[in-house]
T-cell receptor
Framework: NAGVTQTPKFQVLKTGQSMTLQCAQD?????MSWYRQDPGMGLRLIHY???????DQGEVPNGYNVSRSTTEDFPLRLLSAAPSQTSVYFC??????????????FGPGTRLTVL | GENVEQHPSTLSVQEGDSAVIKCTYS??????FPWYKQELGKGPQLIID?????GEKKDQRIAVTLNKTAKHFSLHITETQPEDSAVYFC???????????FGDGTTLTVKP
């Protein structure tokens, strides 16, 4: 298993540009989440999904969109990039209630810089 | 919503000493408390977790304790080694909710 994969690893955008951060998992996990990590602020939840076709907002959703059309993929879209979105983005996945485990598995991250 | 506070933000110990990191949470409904280790340039990785029906859990040199009444849980690392140097995060969540609230992290440095 590759686990949780994220692409790209690094990205530089100009203010106002849009882009999609890709996340995929091959562990058949039902739950997937996006977090952003800023210096000294831990990980903050952007959006999460408890299954295909179901998404919900986290703590800091503004400026981001998500969709979950398949169990494996959970892309994060930046609609109009702003310097405040400069951060490291992590995707995570975990089992659902029927597997009785909450362990989240994280991807390697995408380092995004918005100029 | 849930709020998790983590202390200290930095911790430096000599190799072989013990390290303790403490977290408090605000939502009494939270019942799952994982600890993650993050090495430079990598994603967080689970090292130990505890549920609210357990007061203590141990895995070799790592242990976690939970005080539900005080809404407080701690990570204990004994006989620290240089490879323990990393950023450690605590988190709190409601089991099977699919999301967690994280503390701000503790940078642990183990000096040889």
């Amino acid at each position: 298993n590759a686990g949780v994969t994220q692409t790209p690893k690094f990205q530089v955008l100009k203010t106002g540009q849009s882009m999609t951060l890709q996340c995929a998992q091959d562990m058949n996990h039902e739950y997937m989440s996006w977090y952003r990590q800023d210096p000294g602020m831990g990980l903050r939840l952007i959006h999460y999904s408890v299954g295909a076709g179901i998404t919900d907002q986290g703590e800091v959703p503004n400026g981001y969109n998500v969709s979950r059309s398949t169990t494996e993929d959970f892309p994060l879209r930046l609609l109009s990039a702003a310097p405040s979105q400069t951060s490291v983005y992590f995707c995570a996945s975990s089992y659902s209630i029927q597997h009785s485990t909450d362990t989240q598995y994280f991807g390697p991250g995408t380092r995004l810089t918005v100029l | 919503g849930e709020n998790v506070e983590q202390h200290p933000s930095t911790l430096s110990v000599q190799e072989g000493d013990s390290a303790v990191i403490k977290c408090t949470y605000s939502d009494s409904a939270s019942n799952y408390f994982p600890w993650y280790k993050q090495e430079l340039g990598k994603g967080p990785q689970l090292i130990i977790d505890i549920r609210s029906n357990v007061g203590e859990k141990k895995d070799q040199r790592i242990a976690v304790t939970l005080n539900k009444t005080a809404k407080h849980f701690s990570l204990h690392i004994t006989e620290t080694q240089p490879e323990d140097s990393a950023v450690y995060f605590c988190a709190a969540s409601i089991s099977n909710a699919g999301k967690s609230t994280f503390g701000d992290g503790t940078t642990l440095t183990v000096k040889p």
